[in-house]
């Protein structure tokens, strides 16, 4: 395709940061938890006021077959240059389910997860991992 999944005309520069940054410690999503929060801050960089879409992406990182799944979005409100604003993503373990036609429903691996924060699928952002232990 000629412009990658989420592009978009902000006429700005942004930037996406975790929060907390959690670049070595992965998170964890035991099978007793409903939800994880992740919050990822959102910043305008200039040249002018404008708003930004945010996508969330997951993907296995032992499994190279899949490149990675859209998790959720959200977008900013109206941000002036150097304005930040915090957006939060819950995670479940059904963010991570795969479709198993082995048992015709709905399933998800256990395993490290790795998520990114972008503003369009091509554009390489930091991750976080996330360690997801089974459902019973």
Not at 28 to 51: I, R
Not at 67 to 75: D, I, S, T, Y
Request: glycine share 6%.
């Amino acid at each position: 395709p000629e412009f990658a999944f989420g592009h978009g005309l902000s006429y700005s520069a942004w930037t996406i940061d975790w929060i907390p940054s959690t670049s070595k410690t992965p998170l964890v999503l035991h099978e007793s938890q409903s939800s994880l929060k992740l919050q990822v801050n959102v910043t305008n960089l200039g040249p002018q006021a404008g708003s930004q879409s945010v996508l969330l992406f997951w993907r296995l990182a032992s499994n190279d077959l899949i490149r990675q799944k859209l998790a959720g979005f959200q977008g900013t409100s109206l941000l002036d240059i150097g304005q930040s604003t915090i957006l939060e993503f819950e995670i479940t373990h059904q963010t991570f389910a795969l479709w198993n036609d082995e048992i015709g429903k709905l399933t998800t691996v256990a395993g490290m997860y790795e998520l990114e924060a972008k503003t369009a699928s091509n554009v390489c952002r930091q991750y976080v991992q996330v360690d997801v232990f089974k459902l019973a």
